[in-house]
């Protein structure tokens, strides 16, 4: 089973940069996408960014293009999200997700195992 843990949140000022991390076990290939996602309060979940199975290819939602950078490391099992000049509206909590097929797709029903989720809080 995969399990995916997610660290580097916290409260920072807009402006600011900081990376999510995400530890990757249990998964027996690497020939699968990975994204991340995030979840403000009173709102649904949404695609942040996606990472194709040998990291050639990448997708961003438009409110993140240009600041933030997924990447993975298969060799230690991770994924990370530097994420750049913050806004207030970045604010959610985020989560790692492991998907169903090579492609970094954005509908989250792509993705069968999460983590548990990171909060990032952006201050004006």
């Known amino acids: 089973q995969v399990q995916l843990t997610e660290s580097g949140g916290g409260l920072v000022q807009a402006g600011d940069s900081l990376r999510l991390s995400c530890t990757v076990s249990?998964?027996?290939?690497?020939?699968?996408?990975m994204a991340w996602f995030r979840q403000a309060p009173g709102k649904d979940r949404e695609f942040v960014g996606g990472?194709?199975?040998?990291?050639?290819?990448?997708s961003y939602t438009d409110s993140v293009q240009g600041r933030f950078i997924i990447s993975r490391d298969d060799a230690n099992n991770m994924l990370y999200l530097q994420m750049n000049s913050l806004k207030p509206g970045d604010t959610a909590v985020y989560y790692c997700?492991?998907?169903?097929?090579?492609?970094?797709?954005?509908?989250?029903?792509?993705?069968?195992?999460w983590g548990q989720g990171t909060q990032v809080t952006v201050s004006a």
């Open positions: 997700a492991s998907g169903i097929s090579t492609y970094p797709f954005r509908d989250a029903d792509r993705y069968d195992s």
């Open positions: 249990g998964r027996t290939s690497n020939y699968y996408a």
């Open positions: 990472i194709n199975w040998n990291g050639d290819t990448t």
